[in-house]
């Protein structure tokens, strides 16, 4: 299943030589890090899910454990839309097992049951602060790129996206910047406009599961609004869950070029 990031928000790619052998190796590595002690408070949701940032020892060009650089048609992608791959962050290693989602620390009833009922469905970098909870666009990606470590039933927690998404944000967050400064941007409370978006996207998109074997390759626009779906009961995935590793490099230009399509 691939479909053109730019239109539909989202592209997944199957799975190449190049990108089996990167997995198996970044496997190997998560499964390390399953187990480092300085990653113990990454366990959420009553341990049915590793957040895991940075917790691959990847390099600024994706290698890991000798693996070479990330390559394949997911990141020749990349390049033909942003002209070159930009410097990649550690790995996040992304692990969810049976049971999720169960409540996060310090949760509300309301933010379990958006977990559980609405998949948290997010756009990433736009992050929540204070009590109530306001919103500001602090942490702008370029895009999101995700590959798949672990061999597991479709239903098993895939990610989730909403097709067209990045068209309804994008309209939202222009409009909302429209006549500030770039460099006040970042300190803009989003939330009223944040969240009517999402309504809308919630009433009008199609949401679809990307699910993949090792090795295949999750494209996800920066915009897009995406989650992480329950845990079905009975889906079936190794001992070490399901798992991906991703990558979301800051986007050159700041808040200003990230709300441009």
């Not at 590595?29 to 113990?40: K, Q, V």
């Not at 929540?128 to 500001?136: I, L, N, Q, S, T």
């Not at 909403?162 to 939202?172: C, K």
């Given at each position: 299943?691939?479909?053109?990031?730019?239109?539909?928000?989202?592209?997944?790619?199957?799975?190449?030589?190049?990108?089996?052998?990167?997995?198996?190796?970044?496997?190997?590595?998560?499964?390390?890090?399953?187990?480092?002690?300085e990653?113990?408070?990454?366990?959420?949701c009553?341990?049915?899910?590793?957040?895991?940032?940075?917790?691959?020892?990847?390099?600024?060009?994706?290698?890991?454990?000798?693996?070479?650089?990330?390559?394949?048609?997911?990141?020749?992608?990349?390049r033909?839309?942003?002209?070159?791959?930009?410097?990649?962050?550690?790995?996040?290693?992304?692990?969810?097992?049976?049971?999720?989602?169960?409540?996060?620390?310090?949760?509300?009833?309301?933010?379990?049951?958006?977990?559980?009922?609405?998949?948290?469905?997010?756009?990433?970098?736009?992050?929540?602060?204070?009590?109530?909870?306001?919103?500001?666009?602090?942490?702008?990606?370029?895009?999101?790129?995700?590959?798949?470590?672990?061999?597991?039933?479709?239903?098993?927690?895939?990610?989730?996206?909403?097709?067209?998404?990045?068209?309804?944000?994008?309209?939202?967050?222009?409009?909302?910047?429209?006549?500030?400064?770039?460099?006040?941007?970042?300190?803009?409370?989003?939330?009223?406009?944040?969240?009517?978006?999402?309504?809308?996207?919630?009433?009008?998109?199609?949401?679809?599961?990307?699910?993949?074997?090792?090795g295949?390759?999750?494209?996800?626009?920066?915009?897009?609004?995406?989650?992480?779906?329950?845990?079905?009961p009975?889906?079936?995935?190794?001992?070490?869950?399901?798992?991906?590793?991703?990558?979301?490099?800051?986007?050159?230009?700041?808040?200003?070029?990230?709300?441009?399509?």
């Amino acid at each position: 299943m691939v479909a053109d990031p730019q239109q539909s928000g989202w592209a997944l790619f199957a799975p190449e030589p190049v990108t089996i052998a990167w997995a198996q190796k970044a496997r190997g590595a998560g499964l390390r890090a399953l187990r480092a002690p300085e990653f113990g408070d990454m366990y959420q949701c009553e341990r049915t899910w590793f957040v895991g940032l940075d917790a691959l020892p990847s390099g600024p060009d994706g290698d890991i454990d000798g693996s070479g650089p990330l390559r394949g048609a997911a990141v020749e992608a990349v390049r033909a839309q942003v002209g070159y791959l930009p410097a990649l962050h550690r790995a996040q290693l992304s692990v969810v097992w049976p049971g999720y989602p169960r409540p996060r620390e310090g949760e509300s009833d309301a933010g379990f049951g958006y977990r559980r009922d609405r998949d948290a469905a997010h756009v990433d970098g736009v992050m929540g602060e204070g009590a109530p909870k306001r919103r500001f666009v602090r942490e702008p990606h370029a895009f999101i790129l995700g590959v798949t470590l672990t061999q597991t039933d479709p239903d098993a927690a895939p990610l989730v996206i909403w097709e067209g998404s990045h068209l309804i944000m994008a309209r939202a967050f222009r409009a909302a910047f429209a006549g500030h400064a770039p460099d006040s941007l970042s300190a803009m409370d989003v939330t009223e406009i944040y969240q009517t978006a999402r309504r809308e996207v919630f009433d009008t998109c199609r949401r679809i599961p990307l699910h993949g074997p090792p090795g295949s390759i999750s494209l996800v626009h920066r915009l897009t609004l995406h989650g992480v779906a329950p845990w079905a009961p009975g889906a079936d995935a190794p001992d070490e869950g399901r798992m991906i590793a991703y990558f979301r490099p800051p986007m050159p230009g700041g808040v200003a070029a990230w709300a441009a399509l």
